[in-house]
């Protein structure tokens, strides 16, 4: 691991900590978006720093996010404000034989830059467009468009993932040599986000679209 | 919604948007921690705005974290730098029958403070014993137990929960009157973190403990 990025990292996102695990390459940062529904955002307001959630998606090599004009989030970020920005799986509890070699299995991509705001409502739409293909491929053209008021009323902004890196973790248990005969179970406790039955609120009276069929199976 | 704090919550842990989604309850707060193994961390280290992710657990009203000495994290935290941090549930999508009016069902916590130090190797160790205990319960009687080195390179490190937040969506599609009779499916698709069957890295030679059999079915 600890490849060299195609377009070379900067200070903020070379791995400081367990080195060996950085992973600078474009695809697996793309996957871990893309399997995410929230990013979480850092910025100071010149008063305080501040975590907060928000729902994102990916297109070619930007991150996307909207709010409410209004919003603080976005009033912050639309005056491009520095963010640090992370999105983390989990994907299984690594059980060695001592306690402090015990670890997680991970996949976390962390991303500096300021947003800029999508001007205009053709861009705006198609961005969107994007969003809804993630959260349900074809419900675009089903569900009613956003109209001018709407679109008005929403900011919609993108960051380039440029100044990205990632790190991964997915390892079998990792123990000291003088730790490997404990008579003490060892192994990986896997998890994974999963989805279950859609819960319609209609009476049956739609048609169950296919994204919908699928969703359990997916 | 919108209860007011058993403790009233600071000017940063009020909720600007959507307040009546407000949850001061201690009992969701410790909900949500304790089911996530990781928080996102932001901070500012005098050059840059930083968001990290790092494992976390609960005791009382207190979140802690670990780390090595030597991490660019820890040193920050032990400098008892402001900190704001976010951990995230996404439980379904909200398919309405407009666009815009789509959303998520998801259960959020930020927290507000500083960190300190857990002192003391006998301090140290029960609030490990904790995190353990979070992990897999029992297993502290099991694996071997930290040392004096590994303890010495160690922080152990905790936050109050006292300046904190929550923030629960768990709603129908909410569809303006004109919309509802589009004909559009409508509805929740649901998700959740589960966990799949544990891979040992043993021969079998070891028993299984409860916790492992038990893993795949929590």
Chains 1, 2 share one sequence.
């Not at 996307?64 to 009033?75: A, E, F, P, Q, V």
């Not at 959260?135 to 001018?148: L, T």
């Amino acid at each position: 691991m600890n490849k060299p990025s195609p377009t070379a990292p900067s200070s903020r996102t070379r791995i400081r900590r367990l080195p060996e695990l950085a992973n600078y390459e474009r695809a697996a940062l793309h996957e871990i978006i893309d399997q995410s529904y929230v990013c979480h955002i850092a910025f100071n307001d010149g008063e305080s720093t501040h975590c907060m959630p928000t729902a994102c998606w990916r297109q070619d090599d930007y991150l996307y996010i909207h709010g409410s004009n209004g919003g603080r989030l976005t009033k912050v970020l639309l005056a491009g404000t520095q963010v640090s920005i992370a999105i983390t799986h989990v994907d299984g509890l690594v059980l060695a034989r001592s306690a402090f070699s015990h670890t997680m299995n991970y996949r976390s991509a962390v991303i500096y830059g300021a947003f800029e705001a999508i001007e205009g409502n053709k861009d705006k739409l198609a961005a969107m467009d994007v969003f809804m293909d993630k959260i349900a491929a074809g419900r675009k053209h089903q569900a009613r468009p956003g109209n001018d008021k709407e679109l008005a009323a929403t900011s919609v902004l993108r960051i380039s993932l440029a100044e990205a890196a990632t790190k991964i973790s997915n390892t079998n248990p990792v123990d000291k040599e003088e730790d490997l005969n404990l008579p003490v179970w060892a192994g990986v406790l896997p998890m994974a986000v999963k989805h279950g039955e859609p819960i319609p609120a209609d009476n049956g009276a739609i048609p169950i679209p296919d994204y919908v069929v699928r969703w359990a199976h997916a």
